[in-house]
């Protein structure tokens, strides 16, 4: 009888299974494309809204497609407004090789919003590997709770906020850094550690400093392996931990002057000292002082609060979080008020690590108090998530009327349609988008660059100028030396240069060497 009922009991088990696994397969590819649905959809509702802006989007239109015709990645946006010489390469300002990749897609599809695809395309990529962290995380509880803080997981992740940001603001190399976060902190868990050092290998290819995220991952999977007895964690932790430090300090001082770069263009850090040196005594001599910069202002407390508070503070339960720490030391100790913002694109750097720690702490807290609805952790997190997700415009998506233009962007995407092809043109910094394929396109700045044509609105201050009348005053100078006026609608205004021979007061062209480099913009 006994063997009668293992063998039925068996026989449930062979049918179940492939069910498990369909419903599984079904639920991770929803979640997938709800993330990707998410992000594809703040990025196009901002491309529609003419509020996507050549800064930056354009900047890596231009770089990618310089890349696709085999080329080294220059941005004429990027090159003008810093007075960077001509031909130079976007490797010399920051070490993003791994852009590269996308150069395929554009023997596709040759236009700005594929990047915007091809972005929300790699944070869904991150979904599944979530979902694998929680399963790590969760091995020792029942199936049906495991299932629930991973699809938790998956949700608080793929529609959070910081993720929704980057998508609204473009397309930036943050698209590689989080899938590639997930997969080593995953790897990890997994005890694959050469996997864990290729993925550390191409965090160092997307952008300078995240070889210190690296390092510090070393550190922790170090400290782990140490107390579990596993020397293979321990050899792949410190081999992190020394060589991560390395990248970055090659890429910084050695590969991007390579590539024509000016060491320290972006020390932001005068607080601290003229030079990293400098820093480093200050931190020696005045730790107090010098620990006091990264909360001296009530907007990086915010930043924080932001950061920290969605999560119901769990990602500080883990050890995982102390791989945060570089690159958040590096926006709190910045002197640029953009560092400390939230509606940039930084803070999804930093969302894989504080997802992954969150979910470590729930399955910590589930192993202490089991039999207490376990998963109310990862449900609080994930509400609270969604809830600042929803305040930083995921409901908007939804909305027919958030996807309406106003009369003064409507006005600037038909402005630049009336571009000819192949045409200089200086273009405000929403417009510039739309014209990086067929023109040669540079932003409107506080130099005129005698383009050929000129786009512009005076409705309203757009970056990077100061004023909307700095704009106005603008139009007035270029219809004084030689431009007329061939378009104009709601405050927006396209000119053509009809008399090229007479010179713009104050005209610039980069490539004259006695013009020195400009500060860096206290915004990307």
């Not at 395309?121 to 803080?149: D, K, M, N």
């Not at 980057?166 to 190399?173: K, L, M, R, Y």
């Not at 979910?359 to 509400?383: F, I, K, S």
């Not at 409901?395 to 038909?414: D, F, I, M, V, Y």
Request: with cysteine; glycine share 8%.
């Amino acid at each position: 009888m006994a063997q009668v009922v293992a063998t039925q009991s068996a026989r449930e088990s062979a049918v179940a299974a492939p069910v498990a696994r369909r419903r599984e397969r079904i639920r991770v590819t929803a979640l997938t494309a709800l993330c990707f649905a998410a992000a594809l959809a703040a990025g196009l509702q901002q491309w529609a809204t003419v509020r996507i802006g050549g800064f930056d989007l354009g900047i890596f239109d231009q770089a990618v497609r310089e890349y696709a015709h085999f080329h080294l990645p220059r941005s004429p946006i990027k090159n003008y407004h810093h007075e960077f010489p001509p031909g130079f390469s976007l490797l010399g300002d920051h070490f993003s090789p791994i852009l590269a990749l996308l150069a395929p897609l554009y023997w596709v599809w040759d236009d700005p919003r594929m990047l915007i695809g091809a972005q929300a395309a790699l944070f869904a990529a991150g979904v599944p590997v979530v979902r694998r962290i929680a399963r790590h995380c969760f091995a020792q509880a029942p199936a049906r709770t495991a299932r629930r803080a991973a699809d938790l997981g998956c949700l608080a992740y793929g529609l959070g906020w910081p993720l929704l940001r980057a998508s609204g603001v473009g397309f930036h190399e943050v698209a590689f850094a989080v899938p590639l976060t997930l997969l080593m902190l995953e790897r990890g868990l997994a005890r694959r550690y050469g996997a864990v050092l290729l993925c550390a290998v191409l965090l160092a290819c997307v952008k300078e400093d995240l070889g210190l995220l690296a390092a510090a991952y070393g550190a922790v999977l170090a400290g782990r392996g140490r107390r579990a007895g596993d020397r293979p964690a321990v050899r792949t932790g410190l081999t992190l931990f020394v060589l991560g430090p390395v990248a970055a300090l090659l890429a910084i001082r050695v590969l991007i002057p390579a590539m024509g770069g000016v060491p320290g263009y972006y020390w932001n850090y005068s607080a601290l000292g003229p030079d990293m040196g400098s820093a480093a005594v200050r931190f020696l001599t005045d730790p107090v002082t010098a620990s006091g910069v990264a909360v001296d202002r009530p907007e990086k407390i915010v930043l924080l609060l932001w950061l920290f508070g969605p999560l119901l503070l769990l990602p500080l339960g883990s050890a995982t979080s102390w791989c945060a720490v570089p690159l958040l030391a590096e926006r709190l100790f910045s002197d640029n008020p953009s560092h400390w913002a939230t509606t940039h694109h930084y803070d999804a750097f930093l969302w894989p690590v504080l997802v992954v720690a969150a979910v470590e702490t729930a399955a910590r807290l589930h192993h202490r108090h089991a039999g207490r609805r376990p998963w109310r952790w990862t449900l609080g997190a994930a509400a609270c998530s969604l809830l600042a997700s929803l305040a930083c415009g995921l409901g908007q998506l939804l909305l027919p009327s958030a996807w309406t233009p106003r009369p003064a962007e409507r006005a600037l995407a038909e402005g630049a349609r009336l571009v000819p092809a192949g045409a200089t043109v200086e273009a405000d910094n929403n417009a510039a988008p739309r014209l990086t394929g067929r023109t040669r396109v540079v932003i409107a700045d506080a130099t005129p660059r005698e383009a050929e044509y000129v786009l512009l609105q005076s409705a309203q201050k757009v970056f990077p100028f100061t004023t909307a009348d700095d704009q106005r005053d603008r139009i007035l100078l270029l219809l004084d030396n030689g431009y007329t006026v061939v378009w104009a609608k709601d405050g927006a205004v396209l000119l053509h240069r009809t008399d090229p021979g007479r010179p713009v007061p104050g005209a610039h062209v980069p490539g004259d060497d006695s013009v020195p480099v400009k500060e860096p913009e206290v915004r990307p």
